[in-house]
């Protein structure tokens, strides 16, 4: 096995291990991760259609990743009120 088949069976075993991910900000990260190397490996075979799909597989999880680290920001520093009688 050489190192081009090692890279398309690195990005393919870490897509498998993302897809098993119940956290979803780990699943994003990961799927992100195996997208770029499956970028890398097909556009060294010059499989086009390929890269084109994980090019925008990448963009989708960079958008909720995006979207899952705002909502965890916010939500860590929620103001909420309290009265005078409150402990």
């Not at 992100?32 to 990448?58: D, K, R, S, Y």
């Amino acid at each position: 096995m050489d190192w081009l088949d090692a890279l398309g069976w690195l990005g393919s075993a870490l897509l498998i291990f993302s897809l098993m991910q119940a956290p979803v900000l780990r699943f994003r990260v990961l799927n992100t991760v195996a997208c770029v190397v499956l970028i890398v490996f097909n556009g060294i075979l010059e499989i086009w259609p390929m890269v084109a799909m994980n090019v925008v597989l990448c963009g989708i999880n960079l958008w909720f990743i995006r979207k899952l680290l705002q909502r965890h920001h916010e939500l860590a520093f929620q103001v909420l009120e309290g009265g005078t009688s409150d402990t």
